[in-house]
């Protein structure tokens, strides 16, 4: 199928020319937006010419603004706070980069200090705003991956921040350190250690013992309770609605909200969204443990 053949619907829109799906039906709703008409509807799902998509947002695109002579001429390892950073690139607020970490994790660089904020070298930025995609087609660059980290060696072990974004189950080593930065981690304490490379012009990097990490993921639900059985079965409210016998897990969540399942008012663990530094998104309860719940339920019914 060539390039003026295919056919892509909002989904497609909003994941490839990164924007949302009410811009898209703003744009499409105003006739003067310039945004293509709908090629085909199926229900109502419209599709649009990808060609067509395609220039549309190639117009919209600005010019790559080229960086002062002063800041490439600069001291290129000077490290800038992120203020600073935000101020050679033009934002009005530090929250773009926050954002960038949050929401497109591997698109802006790690910092190259982690020392009282974040820190980035000034070639570092530079580098990036010269080799960064536009608007147009905001395809992330890739997200390294992660080494596998074990929660059973060395307690003493000192990590670095891509050691514990493993543990602590983030994708990467940028959306933990935007989570550190924004305090969105209250229970991993201050750095165990501060190292700093021979040779190295940045401030010392932090780091914690296996020790400490471990005892955080347990914490956060990432990894399960120390006298827990890594093996032991836990099933969410879905299937625990099944095995009591409820219709549905709404049920379910709604008896336990209203105290009529006291025996699992407290969970045997929780499930995490990766990286989230917020609520458990789901509680977990062991199966054996509602099995038995539901044996004294039916002999006493």
Do not use: C
């Not at 960038?100 to 009282?116: K, L, N, Q």
């Not at 994708?171 to 229970?187: D, K, M, V, W």
């Not at 827990?228 to 625990?240: F, P």
């Not at 989230?276 to 539901?294: F, V």
């Amino acid at each position: 199928m060539s390039s003026a053949d295919r056919l892509v619907d909002t989904a497609q829109i909003v994941s490839e020319f990164g924007t949302s799906k009410p811009r898209v039906s703003e744009w499409s709703n105003t006739p003067d937006s310039g945004f293509p008409a709908v090629a085909r509807t199926e229900g109502r799902k419209r599709f649009w010419r990808h060609d067509e998509v395609a220039a549309f947002f190639a117009q919209r695109a600005p010019k790559k603004k080229a960086l002062p002579a002063s800041v490439l001429e600069a001291d290129q390892d000077k490290l800038l706070t992120k203020r600073e950073v935000a101020q050679l690139l033009g934002y009005t607020r530090t929250s773009t980069i926050d954002a960038y970490f949050r929401d497109r994790p591997g698109y802006f660089p790690e910092p190259d200090a982690d020392t009282d904020g974040p820190m980035w070298r000034r070639g570092t930025i530079v580098t990036w705003a010269t080799n960064r995609p536009g608007k147009g087609r905001r395809s992330s660059a890739p997200t390294a991956a992660r080494p596998e980290v074990s929660a059973d060696g060395d307690p003493d072990e000192l990590l670095g921040t891509t050691e514990i974004a493993g543990l602590l189950g983030y994708s990467s080593t940028a959306s933990f350190s935007s989570a550190l930065y924004q305090g969105r981690i209250p229970e991993l304490p201050e750095p165990d250690a501060l190292e700093k490379q021979e040779g190295s012009r940045g401030p010392a990097r932090k780091k914690w013992r296996r020790a400490t990490v471990v005892a955080v993921a347990r914490k956060r639900g990432v990894l399960p309770p120390a006298d827990q059985d890594e093996n032991e079965d836990l099933v969410g409210a879905a299937e625990a609605a099944q095995i009591l016998g409820y219709s549905n897990a709404d049920n379910f969540i709604s008896a336990l909200g209203h105290g009529l399942l006291p025996d699992l008012e407290q969970p045997d663990g929780y499930e995490y969204r990766r990286g989230s530094g917020g609520r458990p998104r789901q509680q977990r309860w062991k199966r054996s443990r509602l099995e038995d719940l539901a044996a004294r339920r039916s002999s006493t019914s």
